[in-house]
């Protein structure tokens, strides 16, 4: 397919790719975020010529100049997303114009050019075509990874005139090791994630570079994750390093915080979200304060709590650690609301369960 045109992209097939049979040995295990695919999708931005010289081809590293701007000034964003490998052999994506949405707002927030929403989707769908034998079967999925960086060679403090947008792939397992039913939590009250104003509801870097040294702080305190409280008062639960949170409390209904700019506003948040309220839980988006957290897990007011991101989907949060003591959320292994909701947001992307709103795309 050398040179071959796909649409607006120009194909060229990696002539190193991974042999079959290694690659289903690969497949076994794939971990998260430690194994990836044979190709990768660039497109060029240049200020005066727009998006440019599209082409999926063989992955492999970029030479960049040490001047390159986002190495300076960090103008970098990205996306994460999944390809599911369906029952019937074909594959589907989750609600991929979502990303491609959320994709302009955080290119907006850093001063970066909008990629059109269907040059982005088209470059993913590319990408997961020539790289389809990667998609694990049963409970596995390909993870994809867009991003876009400023690639001017310049030391001026201004929005770079030249960017790369590429997708790159990584098929993925467990999010957490050993598939953990329930996570731990540290809570941190030194380091916080975004303020108003900031960029916590962009998918920037920076975010999680902040974000890094509480992680630190929360796996030697032997705690799964990192919750942050907001910067103002250090006092309202907004979210963890890389997902949201929500409570469930005894009456059935549902708190998660409000997106009010510092926190991501995630996708299966907002699946979530919606699912639950399908299902007639009262789902209210508003402050939810640690102090409250930590009575109404004692109280038995609160009954379940759980994460969601791409990666992780539905994760039941067990035990909450801080400086203050340990409290346990239920019997600290999960709870039913939890598990419904994961189970039915899990099938609609693996297309077991109906689909009503059209979330699947099929690639």
Not at 72 to 90: C, N, P, T, V, W
Not at 206 to 234: I, M, R, W
């Amino acid at each position: 397919m050398d040179g071959q045109h796909s649409s607006r992209f120009t194909v060229t097939r990696s002539s190193k790719t991974v042999a079959a049979n290694e690659r289903a040995a690969l497949l076994e295990d794939p971990g998260f975020g430690r194994l990836f695919t044979d190709h990768m999708v660039t497109i060029r931005y240049t200020e005066g010529k727009g998006w440019h010289s599209h082409s999926v081809g063989p992955r492999e590293p970029f030479q960049i100049d040490p001047a390159c701007a986002v190495l300076h000034y960090a103008q970098e964003i990205f996306e994460g997303m999944k390809a599911y490998r369906l029952a019937d052999g074909s594959i589907a994506m989750f609600r991929p114009e979502e990303n491609a949405r959320r994709f302009a707002q955080s290119a907006e927030r850093l001063a970066m050019p909008e990629i059109p929403e269907d040059l982005f989707l088209e470059a993913v769908a590319e990408l997961v075509k020539i790289d389809a034998d990667w998609i694990p079967s049963g409970e596995g999925s390909l993870y994809l990874r867009p991003f876009l960086f400023a690639s001017e060679a310049f030391l001026g403090v201004r929005p770079s005139k030249e960017y790369i947008f590429c997708v790159i792939a990584s098929p993925a397992g467990a999010y957490f090791k050993g598939g953990k039913k329930a996570v731990t939590l540290w809570v941190s009250e030194h380091y916080t994630r975004a303020a108003r104003g900031g960029t916590g509801a962009a998918k920037c870097g920076g975010n999680y570079a902040a974000s890094l040294v509480a992680q630190k702080e929360a796996t030697e305190q032997g705690c799964d994750q990192v919750v942050f409280l907001d910067a103002a008062e250090n006092k309202w639960v907004e979210e963890l390093g890389g997902m949201n949170v929500f409570f469930v409390m005894e009456d059935g209904s549902i708190v998660t915080p409000p997106l009010t700019g510092t926190i991501l506003p995630g996708i299966t948040r907002n699946s979530i979200i919606t699912l639950a309220r399908a299902k007639g839980h009262d789902v209210r988006e508003e402050p939810y304060s640690f102090a409250q957290w930590r009575a109404d897990a004692a109280s038995g007011a609160l009954r379940e709590a759980f994460a969601c991101g791409t990666a992780a989907v539905v994760t039941a949060i067990g035990t909450v650690r801080s400086k203050d003591g340990d409290f346990t959320i239920g019997n600290g292994d999960g709870g039913l609301v939890t598990e419904s909701l994961r189970g039915e947001l899990t099938g609609i992307q693996r297309g077991t369960v109906a689909d009503p709103a059209g979330w699947v795309h099929i690639v």
